[in-house]
Structure formats: C-alpha cells, structure tokens
C-alpha cells in the first residue's frame, strides 16, 4: 500500500485475526524466475500437507510477468497473486517490500518464504522489520509441526557451521524464512494444475522512491551454480590454477559449468562463487563431475543432492569414490583429456 509499517497489522501470534496459508515469494529476474521459487513452492506444499486445509500462495511481482504467475501454479500454488507494474520492473527494495508488506497484511499467511539469494535476502530482511516479525536467514531445512502448534521449524547451519540449529518463531506472525537454492526439490511442473490468479491494484508513487535504476550491466561471465544442469568440479588435487582451465574445457563440452571446493577457492585459483559445501553452495545437477576432490563430509552436503556422480581420484580409498556412482581410480591429467576427447566426439 505504499505506507511505512505501522505495526498496526499486529504480528502477534495470538492475535484474534487468524494467520493462514503459506505464501513463497517468487522471483525472477526480466520474466526469468529463478529456480529456488519453484523449489520452495516445493517444499511448501510438502508442508501443507501437514496443516489440513492451508492454502499454499505465491506472489509474483515485476514488469510483464503474468507468464510467471501461470507457473507458478503449475509450480504447485493454489492462488497466485500478481502485482504486475512497469515500476517493479527491476528489483529495487522499497517498492519490492511495499507490495509484500500489503500482501501479508491482507492475506496473513502464517509462513512466508523467500529465496536466499542477494536480492531475496536483501527483501526479506526489509519485510521482517517492517511487519514486524522474526526472519530465520540461509536455512537448509524447513519443516512445520502439525496443528495445534502450526510452528515452523527452520534449520540452519550455527557457529561457524558446527551445529545445525532449529529456530522457532513463537509470538510473532507470520514466521519469516530464508532458504537457500537447491536444497528443496521442486515439484514436477503440471500445466494441468488448477489454481487461481489474483491481480493487485499496484499504485506505487515513483516521486516517494528513493533508488533510481540508472543503468543496468549484464555480467555475462557469473556461474549459476543452483541452476546448473552439469557441473565439472575440482579440488585440492588439480594442483593448481592451470587444472581448472582443463576442467572448463570438460564443462564447456558437456554444457555445464565449474565448481571447485574451499581449499581450490582459499588457494585463489578459482573464485568464491564457484565453491560448493557446507560455506558454498547447495547444488543438485544431473551429473556431477568432481575431480581430485576427497569427499569431506563438508563438501558432500553441498553435492550429495547431485543425480549421477562421477569421482576420479588417484587414492582408491578416498570417501568420494564411496559417494560416487561412477568411482575412477586415476589421474585426473589423464583422465579428464580422455573425457574431453570422448564428450566431443559424442
Ligand atoms: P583434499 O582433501 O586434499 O583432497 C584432494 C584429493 O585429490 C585427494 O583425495 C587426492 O588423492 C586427490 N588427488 C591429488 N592429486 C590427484 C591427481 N593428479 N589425480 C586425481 N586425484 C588426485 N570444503 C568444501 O569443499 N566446501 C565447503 O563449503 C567447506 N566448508 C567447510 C566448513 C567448515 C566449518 C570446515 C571445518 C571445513 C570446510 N570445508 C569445506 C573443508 C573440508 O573439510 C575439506 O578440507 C575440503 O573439502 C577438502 O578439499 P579437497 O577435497 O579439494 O582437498
């Protein structure tokens, strides 16, 4: 609606409005959505079974995006909301965070669920001080306890990563939640799928925004690690920058991209973006190339989602061969050649 939060939708959970329905906050980028909406959709509807008659919502903000709205109901959503409007074009946070904070007060889901990406985390903490209520940031597990209790449950990793923590928002509604991209499965798309949209009335008043869009600049070159269908990842054992030049010619002709693990990533030969694992990212491809990577259990977590995994390793007893549904026992500098040649060829 456009006005400051004022606290007066009262977030309180025993407030006599009741709170209902979980809501997954789409996003996508130039009518792209981006995958983790449709993996959270997922996740919601596996929890709504457990809430009999919850709704699951999603909403859907941007330029020209009613397309998006369609999938998200093929996504698994039973009502899509959709503020369509030339100002939500570009994602800015204010305009962004003021069509959500309306939404949640009109509608009052008990759950609401964003994508932690950069801007899903940047949005969610902007609702969660408006509305106000409670966020559980990066989460990598999400479950709710069956009525009476409704809670949310919402896991992440704590202090430094040594132990997972299960967070409860008991007092305020909704319970906000981050969670990460790949870690939930996305619901098989059914086009068939009934389910309803809703458009919004978005009057947003450019003059009271204060970020202007000046100019925007594609970075062609980002890996997409959550998004990728192959990825070809090296580790400790490459030796060297040098072996992840090998390893992009190996993605190249498999139409995939490349990860690294921590020490690839600490020792500077590849950048941050590209680390998987538990302080990287969750990723779940279909085939999954790692090559002179042990298998820390810390960088199984991020891959172990992974459909087909092939390992190549010289040590026959490194855990990674044991995680591996493809096990190579070799050098990568032989082997990876040999794999170029044969993916080429095919
Ligand atoms: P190594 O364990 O050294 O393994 C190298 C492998 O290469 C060996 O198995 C070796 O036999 C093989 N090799 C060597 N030369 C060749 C060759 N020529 N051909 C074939 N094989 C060869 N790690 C991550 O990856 N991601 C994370 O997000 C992450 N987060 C962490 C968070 C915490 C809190 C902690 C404590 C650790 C974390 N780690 C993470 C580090 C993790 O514990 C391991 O140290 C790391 O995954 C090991 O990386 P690696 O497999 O590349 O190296």
Known sequence: DGRPADGTASSDASGAERWEGILVVVEQHDGEPRPVSWQLLGQARRMAARLPGCPVMALVMGHQVRHVAQQAIAYGADVVLLADHPALGVYRTQPYSDVTLHV????????????ATYTGRDLAGAIATRVPTGLTADCTMLDVEPPPSRLLQ???PAFS????????????????????PGVFEALEPDPS?????????????????????????RQTRTVRLDEARVIVAGGRGLGGPHGFRLLG???????????????????GWIGHEHQIGQTGQTVRPKLYVACGISGAVQHLVGMSGSEVIVAIDKD????????????????????VPALIQEARAG
Do not use: F, W
């Open 161 to 180: 990563e040594k132990l997972m923590a299960t967070i409860l928002c008991k007092r305020h509604r909704p319970q906000m939640a981050t969670a990460r």
């Open 154 to 156: 919402a896991s992440r």
């Open 316 to 335: 026959p007893q490194a855990p990674i061969l044991q995680a591996a549904d493809v096990a190579i026992v070799g050098d990568l500098y032989e082997v």
């Open 249 to 267: 010619e190996l993605a190249e002709a498999l139409g995939g991209v490349v990860g690294a693990s921590r020490p690839a990533v600490e020792a």
């Open 104 to 115: 949640i007060r009109t509608h009052r889901p008990e759950i609401v669920l964003i994508g």
């Open 193 to 217: 799928r009934p389910g309803e949209i809703r458009e919004l009335a978005v009057t947003l008043d450019e003059s009271r925004v204060a970020a202007r869009v000046v100019r925007i600049e």
